[in-house]
């Protein structure tokens, strides 16, 4: 009697996830499983058979660094991730966690009506079970909404004290008991840039406890890049756990080619034997609230870590939405006033949630940290507003396009590696990452030789093209190139294969 799969995947040329080179093989799914991988029969039978010829298969991307809290409840399509490849996103970056909930929203304003109501991060994956999107979600627990909700929302601009950092060790032993894969912190921002390193060392000591890492945005991405990194390995070491570095970059002008002195930073640290790698987005711009480049005194023309305003674009503007896609140049020239007083002036006017996008970054800066074997991939994006940073929609098919097609900055296989199995370890997300028989099926099938990144700045909303199939828990949520609208996902806990 023939086989039956759910699904077959015949002819395409298979990337495990490993950074092996890629093999011819046929998939076979049953269930949210890989059945077999290698020749199956002509005769075979399955619910759906994908034609893989001339394309490739590997494990669907994971996206290390993202900022989809809400918004995975809020537009469960999360069409921007799973139409690039992204099968599962690791929320929580930053230090904007979930818990407590009244803090979470740091990173964008969302209709709050669409979001059921939690108290703990278990009730939080609970609600991604009850609620699923298109993708997987995995959580890191955020420093910061933790240190608001410790003080209390009164006076931040201060060490907190015993009993704040008691309270804090309890919710994330809380949330590590319920799956969370880390603690995450974000040193530019409020109210963590008041934290001392001491007292992250505490809070982060129960990390320690249960094998789950510590993810930072360091204290400073220019000028001081060097000391933010020796202290996020410093926090490490003394709580006893493994760092993430997010985005590696060197922010301003000035700062370009710093790099290297930080990749060296990471390569001491690892012959140390302490486990620490970064994460990056292949785009000479960031993207972050306006309120923070200002409170760090980085918009303008002076200064080693200063943007001007041309280089700042209006992505989300709450108050203000038909500010979105100007500078705050543009806004500068109209009100005939410098850059700095036209941003204090977007904020005040427009909202403290303003996102923006600025142009801070040397491309050459870009392809090495891509090169480096300590790099994996995260996309940071925020999908809020009309005119997001096109990372939200483009980072993985502009790494397989731009960095890997036609420039040769990595091969094929090291970014499917980059995407794929090396967070699976890294994040300690079993059954993930690798394409092996009895692996859960969240796969991805492109044309290795046509996917391409279409998002602008001008116009970022747009999905890949080359990118024909996606499938999360063996169910396909892009089938022939279209979002198929199934909620597949699933809440995903750290060290647990299901």
Same mark, same amino acid.
């Given at each position: ?345 977007? &904020?005040? $006017? %427009?909202?403290?949630?303003?996102? /923006? +996008? ?7 800066? #870009?392809? !090495? ?65 690798? &394409?092996? $028989? %009895?692996?859960?099926?969240?796969? /991805? +099938? ?7 990144? #279409?998002? !602008? ?42």
């Amino acid at each position: 009697m023939p086989e039956h799969y759910d699904v077959i995947i015949r002819g395409g040329t298979v990337y495990d996830g490993s950074g092996a080179a890629g093999v011819a093989a046929d998939l076979g799914v049953r269930g949210d499983r890989i059945a077999t991988v290698g020749a199956i029969a002509e005769d075979a039978t399955a619910g759906e058979v994908v034609d893989a010829s001339g394309l490739a298969v590997t494990p669907g991307f994971i996206d290390v660094h993202a900022h989809d809290d809400t918004l995975v409840l809020v537009e469960p399509d999360v069409t921007g991730k799973v139409m690039q490849g992204v099968t599962t996103v690791i929320n929580g970056n930053c230090g904007a966690g979930v818990v407590p909930a009244k803090f979470s929203r740091r990173f964008g304003e969302v209709d709050g009506s669409k979001i059921p109501e939690w108290e703990t991060y278990g009730g939080y994956l609970d609600a991604i079970a009850q609620q699923p999107p298109s993708q997987n979600v995995a959580t890191l627990v955020g420093f910061g909404t933790m240190r608001a909700g410790a003080l209390g929302g009164g006076k931040i601009e201060r060490p907190a004290t015993a009993d704040e950092i008691a309270q804090m060790q309890s919710w994330l032993r809380e949330a590590l008991q319920a799956g969370a894969v880390g603690m995450s912190t974000g040193l530019i921002y409020e109210p963590d840039r008041y934290s001392t390193t001491d007292e992250i060392v505490e809070v982060a000591k129960p990390l320690a406890e249960y094998g789950a890492l510590y993810a930072s945005h360091v204290r400073g991405e220019g000028a001081t890049l060097l000391d933010a990194h020796a202290e996020a390995m410093e926090i490490g070491r003394r709580a006893g756990v493994r760092v993430q570095i997010s985005h590696h970059k060197a922010s301003g002008r000035a700062n370009w080619g710093r790099i290297r002195d930080s990749i060296a930073q990471i390569e001491e640290a690892r012959a140390r034997g302490e486990d620490v790698t970064c994460d990056q987005y292949p785009y000479t711009a960031g993207s972050t609230r306006l309120f923070a480049l200002v409170q760090n005194g980085r918009v303008g023309d002076s200064g080693a870590d200063a943007i001007p305003g041309s280089d700042i674009l209006l992505a989300m503007v709450p108050q203000h939405t038909e500010w979105e896609g100007k500078s705050v140049a543009d806004l500068a020239d109209e009100w005939d006033v410098p850059d700095e007083q036209a941003a204090q002036r977007i &904020i005040d $006017e %427009g909202g403290s949630g303003t996102i /923006v +996008v600025q142009f801070a970054m040397d491309e050459a800066d #870009v392809r !090495t940290i891509l090169a480096h074997p300590t790099t994996m991939i995260g996309t940071d994006g925020l999908g809020f507003g009309s005119r997001p940073h096109p990372r939200h929609y483009g980072s993985y098919p502009r790494i397989l396009g731009k960095y890997v097609r036609e420039e040769g900055v990595i091969t094929l296989e090291d970014a499917i590696w980059k995407m794929t199995g090396f967070p699976a370890t890294k994040f300690d997300l079993p059954g993930r990452g690798f &394409i092996r $028989e %009895g692996a859960i099926a969240d796969l /991805v +099938v492109f044309n290795p030789d046509t996917v391409t990144e #279409v998002s !602008t700045y001008e116009d970022p909303r747009r999905t890949p093209i080359g990118m024909p199939w996606v499938f999360v828990n063996g169910e396909a949520i892009v089938r022939l190139g279209q979002h198929t609208h199934r909620r597949a996902g699933r809440p995903v806990r750290r060290g647990v294969d299901a």
